[in-house]
């Protein structure tokens, strides 16, 4: 029975009345409804489950369908033990999966402006890509561990930056600078038991501070400009000095032959004379008539025709023939 006042008037109002088992019933059945409700869960193919009784950790279970005892008793946290995650410092990827992959607009600006080892600034960007290899680990061994790797990660760039001077770190030395930061990032994580996996280091954009980036970029320009200079010369060198070397060689090859034809003609002449000087000995004026006349036959040709006469000779007009030579052969 309800009683209700409504101004001056009091109403009575009667309730149903249900039996205890019909109360007990329902109690049963919403509780078994709840039951059901949060006694199964699912591990997708790139989690794995750790699942906690009271807080504690008791199991981790791989991809799939699991039970679990119901009414908060078992809670689940599921980690993405195979998705390669990434952290970026100093900028931001818009559309991310990851809450801890870069920090707020304030302290983007903060991240990125380090100091280098010769007293200079310089503006450094990088990402870091990690895997989860030991939920346990990475859930209860360090607390906020995605925060952890990146104070880690910061303080180890800050170290690396640190010993270098501005040129290296913006021009020649960025990938000893990327090999030597994954080293000690890796074994920070290891250190502090992390359950992470550090697969790479890799620098972004890389630049003096804005105030003097225009004069940072003449330089550079005229260092390139430099090197264009040397590369074209160099061009030149490899160019003209093997043509050189190549004409060079061949007037020696020359020389060398024509010195050697030379040697060799003068060694046959002097065989030669030799040979004829031994036969004038045995028999000296059999071989100077041999030689006059092999002499005058050689050159008599050469000599056209030639008519000798006596000097005493007035009248040498009837022996000397009027027509050519073929027209009285005609």
Do not use: C
Not at 306 to 313: L, Q
Request: proline share 5%; no cysteine.
């Amino acid at each position: 029975m309800i009683r209700l006042q409504l101004g001056n008037q009091i109403v009575e109002l009667k309730l149903p009345s249900f039996s205890a088992k019909f109360v007990l019933g329902i109690l049963g059945f919403l509780l078994l409804v709840v039951a059901l409700l949060t006694s199964f869960y699912t591990i997708q193919a790139e989690e794995e489950g750790v699942v906690l009784r009271f807080g504690k950790h008791v199991k981790t279970v791989p991809p799939g369908l699991h039970f679990k005892v119901p009414f908060g008793i078992d809670s689940v946290e599921k980690v993405p033990v195979t998705r390669q995650l990434k952290q970026e410092f100093g900028f931001g990827t818009p559309g991310n999966t990851n809450p801890k992959q870069w920090s707020s607009s304030s302290e983007m600006e903060q991240e990125k402006t380090m100091v280098t080892g010769d007293l200079n600034s310089a503006l450094v960007e990088w990402v870091i890509q990690y895997r989860i290899t030991e939920p346990e680990k990475y859930l209860f061994k360090v607390r906020n561990a995605d925060d952890t790797l990146r104070d880690a990660s910061e303080s180890v760039m800050r170290e690396v930056v640190g010993d270098r001077t501005v040129d290296e770190v913006i021009t020649v030395g960025r990938q000893e600078i990327e090999s030597e930061a994954q080293k000690k990032l890796k074994a920070l994580v290891d250190l502090y038991e992390m359950g992470m996996t550090i697969d790479q280091v890799q620098l972004k954009d890389v630049n003096p501070p804005r105030p003097v980036q225009g004069s940072f970029n003449e330089v550079n320009q005229a260092q390139q400009e430099k090197e264009k200079s040397i590369n074209v010369a160099n061009g030149e060198y490899n160019r003209s000095v093997p043509k050189a070397s190549g004409e060079a060689q061949k007037m020696i090859s020359e020389a060398e032959g024509y010195a050697t034809q030379r040697i060799n003609e003068a060694q046959g002449d002097a065989a030669k004379f030799t040979a004829l000087f031994t036969e004038y000995q045995k028999a000296p004026e059999v071989t100077r008539r041999r030689i006059y006349l092999e002499t005058m036959e050689r050159v008599m040709p050469q000599l056209g025709k030639k008519i000798v006469i006596d000097e005493k000779a007035n009248q040498v007009l009837p022996l000397l023939p009027l027509n050519p030579v073929n027209q009285m052969a005609k």
